[in-house]
């Protein structure tokens, strides 16, 4: 499993603060070039529970401005159930890692795409102990609307411009990075009843 994996959308790149170490690289996804990151320092974070002891800044050059620039690059829109989830380190190639999170999804409803699996397995950089900007990892027993694509490695997947994910609260589905939808057509919320409605919207 690669970096490629998690960040696999056209002309992204990422830089990471963790762990104390650097590791510089460029990753592009349109060229098939060899995938890596730009590690620097790890820092606290200010405020952050206890639990979180590292941030990681994703610096996405890819932007996906509406619902279908998403469906263009997914395979499928999905409503997932989050289950259990493992650490799936990425290993670069001089031996130096970065935390990887692969969470089991039960998916609820097929909203767009072709059918998938009733479960499946979703890659993200980052842990449970990292503040990311691309968002925290999926949490157990958590419901989220994800627009998903296959990963590199067979029988796993990843989210579609990372930052793309909704969370279920309550009623409503609200942009996980609410930054993520600036600018865009995307709702910041809305009602998750109208989900088909609107992910096949423009």
């Known amino acids: 499993m690669t970096v490629r994996d998690s960040y696999l959308q056209h002309g992204a790149r990422i830089a990471m603060s963790l762990a104390g170490v650097t590791l510089a690289g460029a990753l592009s996804a349109c060229s098939g070039e060899s995938p890596a990151a730009a590690i620097s320092s790890s820092r606290?974070?200010?405020?952050?529970?206890?639990?979180?002891?590292?941030?990681?800044?994703?610096?996405?050059a890819a932007h996906y401005p509406s619902f279908a620039a998403l469906r263009k690059d997914s395979v499928g829109a999905v409503i997932v159930k989050a289950g259990t989830s493992r650490p799936l380190p990425v290993v670069g190639g001089d031996g130096l890692v970065a935390p990887q999170?692969?969470?089991?999804?039960?998916?609820?409803?097929?909203?767009?795409?072709?059918?998938?699996?009733?479960?499946?397995?979703?890659?993200?950089?980052?842990?449970?102990?990292?503040?990311?900007?691309?968002?925290?990892?999926?949490?157990?027993?958590?419901?989220?609307?994800?627009?998903?694509?296959?990963?590199?490695?067979?029988?796993?997947?990843?989210?579609?411009?990372?930052?793309?994910?909704?969370?279920?609260?309550?009623?409503?589905?609200?942009?996980?990075?609410?930054?993520?939808?600036?600018?865009?057509?995307?709702?910041?919320?809305?009602?998750?009843?109208?989900?088909?409605?609107?992910?096949?919207?423009?």
């Open 101 to 202: 999170t692969a969470t089991t999804v039960s998916v609820t409803r097929q909203v767009w795409g072709k059918t998938l699996a009733s479960t499946l397995t979703i890659v993200q950089l980052g842990d449970e102990t990292t503040v990311s900007d691309a968002g925290p990892v999926l949490v157990r027993d958590h419901t989220y609307l994800l627009f998903v694509r296959e990963a590199t490695l067979p029988g796993y997947y990843v989210i579609t411009g990372v930052t793309s994910a909704y969370e279920q609260v309550g009623s409503s589905f609200r942009a996980l990075v609410p930054g993520d939808v600036v600018g865009t057509s995307r709702p910041a919320a809305f009602d998750a009843a109208r989900a088909s409605q609107v992910v096949l919207g423009s």
């Open 44 to 60: 606290d974070v200010e405020g952050a529970s206890k639990a979180v002891t590292k941030r990681m800044d994703v610096l996405m």
